[in-house]
């Protein structure tokens, strides 16, 4: 495994993450397709003895119980110093008023819930899940702050949202003195290189580690087009992601995969750790050699010309995943 800085912190997290999404009762939230307490537990437990240290949740994967699961997997399997946790807040936890969002009174609430669920006293990187249009972005962060004084986060960072929501957010952390986002949880792929434009470069300007989510395009990019799986059947927000005209980058995936005799997985990884500014892709695994490919991948190096045959079919695509 290699580590790397997150971002300008001092913070070291291995440069893959495990993503706990798919992790949760299939019973609890929208992810019917997700892996239940036992499964879930050998996966976690196979990327420890892979040297994976970093572990990304949120409060409503599965109504709470992706972070249940993590937490008590990585206190039988790890040590809690060696280990660096990150969770997100923002969605809706329950139905009625201040049953979601960014208020004071929503994330002071949250972060409590999320170090009950995972069982810990901190998290190391607590991220808002994406912009919230009712609440003043003053209000949000200082309350993160506070988390972050009160010893329950050690780092804050921030999900999918535009570039001029998250330059503001930096500052007007800086303008009051608060603590900064460290980190940009964002869709970024072969299929959804929108980043590119604003969000990457502004990254990269302030200091800020990208760790991008769904870095496989939900598994589109390793496989046939048009195969399905358990979680493509029933993974509504995918849908709304990708379109049949990424299928041409699809099968230049599988076509320089076959040339150097690797699954498609790896280079499409391998793809993603080399772009500029990316830290740690958040990988999200159902099976076994999922995580090992994920990790193969970060020995896979693409010379020049392989990255422009990867890259060279893109065309922009509108705006995806969040509004
Ligand atoms: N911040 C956000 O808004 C946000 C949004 C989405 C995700 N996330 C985070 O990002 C993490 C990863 O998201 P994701 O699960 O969508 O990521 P992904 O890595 O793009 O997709 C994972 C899926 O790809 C397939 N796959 C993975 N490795 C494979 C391999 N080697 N060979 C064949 N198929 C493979 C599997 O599909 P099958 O299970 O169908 O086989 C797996 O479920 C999540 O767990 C979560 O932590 C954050």
């Given at each position: 495994m290699r580590y790397t800085r997150l971002?300008?912190?001092?913070?070291?997290?291995?440069?893959?993450?495990?993503?706990?999404m798919s992790f949760g009762e299939p019973s609890r939230g929208?992810?019917?397709?997700?892996?239940?307490?036992?499964?879930?537990?050998?996966?976690?437990?196979?990327?420890?003895?892979?040297?994976?240290?970093?572990?990304d949740t949120a409060n409503v994967y599965s109504d709470g119980s992706s972070e249940e699961i993590l937490g008590r997997a990585l206190h039988d399997f790890a040590s809690r110093d060696d280990v660096v946790i990150a969770t997100k807040v923002h969605g809706r936890m329950r139905p009625g008023p201040?049953?979601?969002?960014?208020?004071?009174?929503?994330?002071?609430?949250?972060?409590?819930?999320?170090?009950?669920?995972?069982?810990?006293?901190?998290?190391?990187?607590?991220?808002?899940h994406r912009w919230d249009y009712d609440t003043p972005i003053e209000e949000t962060l200082e309350a993160l702050h506070d988390v972050v004084k009160a010893g329950k986060?050690?780092?804050?960072?921030?999900?999918?949202?535009?570039?001029?929501q998250f330059a503001k957010a930096l500052f007007t952390a800086d303008r009051h003195g608060w603590t900064r986002f460290v980190s940009m949880q964002n869709h970024?792929?072969?299929?959804?290189?929108?980043?590119?434009r604003e969000m990457l470069p502004?990254?990269?300007?302030?200091?800020?580690?990208?760790?991008?989510?769904?870095?496989?395009?939900?598994?589109?990019?390793?496989?046939?087009?048009?195969?399905?799986?358990?979680?493509?059947?029933?993974?509504?927000?995918?849908?709304?992601?990708?379109?049949?005209?990424?299928?041409?980058?699809v099968e230049r995936v599988a076509e320089l995969a076959e040339r150097r005799g690797l699954p498609p997985a790896r280079i499409a990884l391998a793809w993603l750790a080399a772009r500029p500014g990316v830290t740690a892709p958040i990988v999200g695994v159902t099976k076994a050699q999922h995580l090992d490919d994920a990790v193969a991948a970060l020995e896979v190096g693409l010379?020049?010309?392989?990255?422009?045959?990867?890259?060279?079919?893109?065309?922009?695509?509108?705006?995806?995943?969040f509004r």
């Open positions: 971002g300008s912190t001092g913070l070291e997290v291995s440069a893959i993450s495990l993503g706990c929208n992810h019917q397709w997700t892996l239940d307490e036992e499964s879930s537990r050998a996966l976690i437990r196979r990327s420890l003895d892979a040297g994976v240290t970093f572990f201040n049953g979601g969002g960014l208020s004071r009174r929503a994330i002071l609430s949250e972060i409590d819930h999320s170090l009950r669920r995972l069982g810990v006293d901190h998290v190391d990187l607590y991220q808002i986060a050690r780092y804050i960072g921030a999900s999918s949202m535009h570039a001029w970024y792929n072969l299929l959804y290189r929108e980043e590119e502004l990254c990269q300007d302030q200091g800020v580690a990208v760790i991008p989510w769904s870095p496989l395009a939900r598994g589109r990019l390793t496989r046939p087009w048009d195969a399905t799986t358990a979680r493509t059947e029933t993974d509504e927000f995918g849908r709304t992601l990708y379109h049949d005209s990424d299928r041409v980058i010379d020049d010309e392989e990255m422009a045959f990867l890259e060279e079919p893109y065309a922009p695509h509108t705006v995806a995943g």
